[in-house]
């Protein structure tokens, strides 16, 4: 039973233009989101989230959007640089047992 | 450090031996966790620490895994009798509240 999902295992954008990875939940008790970003052979580091009180949350070159009616979480990179290139995983907790459900992950690539 | 660590970073064990995670937690985090990782997949929740409550046991694939943490601070995962598809990154990460801090993991092999 995969409460988060990310159905797109990989993603390829050129320099400059806008990368959107999206994230699918089915677990309506969550209520507090996160994408992390991976690098190889490295552990998983916080990147931006959200809260269920809110639709958008904005931090320099990265934005989460959250449609809670779609159950659905996008994280928008623009502009896209070759420093973004990894694997980039969404999370999503109830804030009331702190357990962090995470995404297979999508990789996404930058090209220069 | 300021970070999580863990120790060690890469593990080779055979099929049927027991081993040993360490992960030692930031400083002053109550929460600890553990994930692992198996190739190609997403990060798989193992177990969860929260201050002197009781673990949250309910990501442990079998028996044959098990973990504490002492005084509140630094955790072991020990695998008993590891199989082939025990073969993972194993991941463990700390919090205050909110967002997990993680540290490099450990990547075991079983031959």
């Known amino acids: 039973d995969q409460q988060v999902k990310q159905n797109s295992p990989s993603l390829s954008v050129q320099e400059g233009r806008i990368s959107i990875l999206n994230c699918d939940y089915t677990?309506?008790?969550?209520?507090?989101f996160l994408w992390y970003k991976k690098y190889p052979a490295e552990g998983p580091t916080f990147l931006i989230s959200i809260s269920s009180i809110k639709d958008k949350n904005e931090d320099g070159r990265f934005t989460v959007f959250l449609n809670k009616s779609a159950k659905h979480l996008s994280l928008h990179i623009v502009p896209s640089q070759p420093g973004d290139s990894a694997v980039y995983f969404c999370a999503a907790s109830d804030r009331g047992t702190g357990k962090l459900i995470f995404g297979q992950g999508t990789t996404l690539q930058v090209k220069p | 450090g300021a970070g999580v660590s863990q120790s060690p970073s890469n593990k080779v064990t055979e099929k049927g031996k027991d081993v040993e995670l360490r992960c030692d937690p930031i400083s002053g985090h109550t929460a600890l966790y553990w994930y692992r990782q198996s190739l190609g997949q997403g990060l798989e929740f193992l177990i969860y620490f929260q201050g002197n409550s009781a673990p949250d046991k309910s990501g442990l694939p079998s028996d044959r895994f098990s973990a504490e943490r002492t005084g509140g601070s630094v955790s072991t995962l020990t695998i008993q009798r590891t199989q082939q598809e025990d073969s993972a990154v194993y991941l463990c990460a700390s919090s205050p509240r909110g967002e997990q801090f993680f540290g490099p993991g450990t990547r075991l092999t079983v031959l």
């Open positions: 677990n309506s008790m969550f209520d507090y």
